[in-house]
């Protein structure tokens, strides 16, 4: 992927792409952030919040419309009072629950045509909604668990650059594979600025099995683009990294994924992280995930896990 500066955008508006659980936000600009065209893709990314909020909203809409429309013909529903619009609303929620509780009903042409509409209306809202339902409730998670910081530290007698993760499920994942991403900002020979990304070769990219933690590890050699860069030339080339890490679990029989992304700030030298793996009274083998993000200052053995 290549990006090159300078060029204007068709259009102001911006949308966030967020990195699940990073500690960046990359935006683009001329993305609508919500495209009504998409209504799936927009139902399944939002929020537990923000779908019930639009699930409220949308609801009440098709109720408020509904009840203007039995008002503007009266008499079109028996009892219900001339201009009346709190009385034509629950007329028209009880419609579209298909709920009928007898004092309200259509007593014309324009009355049973709304309420028939409403009704069908009401079927297609309410399969819809339920089939969004089963869909955000169905949707693996991961719960893979990434240290806030990345490190750079001597292992092996190389520089290496580490990323910690955990499995953050009591169930066991399996057949597990980790990529490391890197965006740079760069300058070609005939000095022309883009920002160019890289696959960094790990030592190790997959575990049979992933039961706890794995810190993934990328040897800064002569080959890797990172080699000679330290915190200074990281900041000025505006180094981003991603952690994408894919697994089966073995209990939901699905496969999960997850990315994580730090910029030049979380990338943190002269230091390694603190052990999390330890052994309790019985000789089980124990996780501490609450340290799953400390560090310490190099030196020693290298970390665990």
């Not at 990006?3 to 966030?16: D, F, Q, Y």
């Not at 005939?190 to 997959?206: P, V, W």
């Amino acid at each position: 992927m290549e990006e090159k500066p300078g060029a204007k955008p068709r259009s102001l508006a911006t949308a966030p792409m967020p990195v699940a659980g990073a500690a960046l936000e990359l935006r683009k600009i001329g993305v609508a952030r919500f495209d009504i065209r998409d209504p799936y893709h927009l139902a399944v990314t939002l929020s537990w919040p923000a779908f019930a909020i639009g699930a409220l909203a949308m609801l009440m809409a098709i109720n408020v419309c509904f009840a203007l429309l039995y008002l503007a013909r009266p008499g079109a529903v028996a009892n219900l009072p001339p201009g009346d619009f709190l009385s034509a609303l629950f007329f028209s929620i009880e419609t579209l629950a298909t709920v009928g509780y007898g004092e309200m009903a259509p007593a014309s042409v324009w009355g049973h045509t709304v309420a028939a509409a409403e009704i069908i209306t009401g079927m297609a809202f309410t399969a819809i909604f339920t089939g969004l339902l089963f869909v955000r409730f169905s949707k693996p998670k991961a719960r893979i668990l990434f240290a806030e910081t990345a490190i750079v530290a001597i292992y092996n007698g190389e520089p290496t650059l580490m990323v910690r993760i955990a499995n953050g499920k009591l169930t066991m994942l399996s057949t597990a594979s980790a990529r490391l991403g890197l965006l740079m900002a760069e300058v070609s020979a005939e000095g022309q600025s883009f920002r160019r990304t890289h696959d960094l070769k790990l030592q190790r990219a997959e575990m049979p099995i992933f039961p706890l933690t794995w810190t993934v590890m990328h040897t800064i050699d002569a080959a890797s683009p990172l080699a000679g860069l330290g915190a200074a030339e990281l900041a000025e080339h505006d180094v981003r990294l991603f952690v994408m890490v894919q697994a089966r679990d073995t209990a939901l029989d699905a496969q999960v994924q997850a990315m994580r992304g730090y910029d030049y700030r979380h990338i943190a030298f002269g230091r390694r992280y603190a052990d999390a793996i330890s052994l309790d009274e019985a000789g089980r083998t124990v996780a501490d995930l609450s340290r799953l993000s400390l560090t310490e200052p190099e030196g020693g053995d290298a970390a665990s896990g």
